[in-house]
């Protein structure tokens, strides 16, 4: 941890309460930091998107009872290395939803600055909100405000449950 400089890891059940904890010791870890502050702000509000994402899609796993153990866990991780911040995700996701997702996060890494700013527009103005009232908007906005492309990875877990881990570059 301390050669990729680690700044904040964590592991385990996520609940309202956590996030809220997690995003003020991450503040108060920035303000100590010697960065500029459009850099602290991006930061953080990258980190505000990815930690709404996971707690969003929390409750779209399955209920069985094989499952519990994994549906309310994540695992967070921000470190720092050349000037650059990197802010791991990784929660457990349904199979059938990985197409979904896989597909999505393909066309917005597949477009630049101004074809991110258009998609989120659009999805703003056909108000296209999900049930849980997040339009979708999550990740276009982390790939905006990174300037990067979004890594990620599915982990299959079992046939039932994968693992998916996203990694977004700061810099």
Known sequence: MEEENVILSFKGIITAD???????????????MDEAPRTRKRVFSILVECL????????????????????????????????????????????PKIMELKERLDMINSLDKDGLREMYQ????EAAMSPKATAGLGMIDIARKSGNKLDYEFLEIDTKIGFFCLNILID
């Open 18 to 32: 956590l996030l809220t904890s997690v995003l003020h010791l991450m503040e108060a870890k920035m303000e100590t």
């Open 52 to 95: 709404q994402n996971i707690y969003h899609h929390l409750d779209d796993n399955p209920t069985e009872a094989d499952f519990e153990a994994h549906n309310r866990s994540a695992v967070v991780l921000i470190s720092k290395v050349n000037n650059q911040f990197l802010i791991r995700t990784g929660n457990c996701i349904n199979i």
């Open 122 to 125: 659009t999805s703003l103005s």
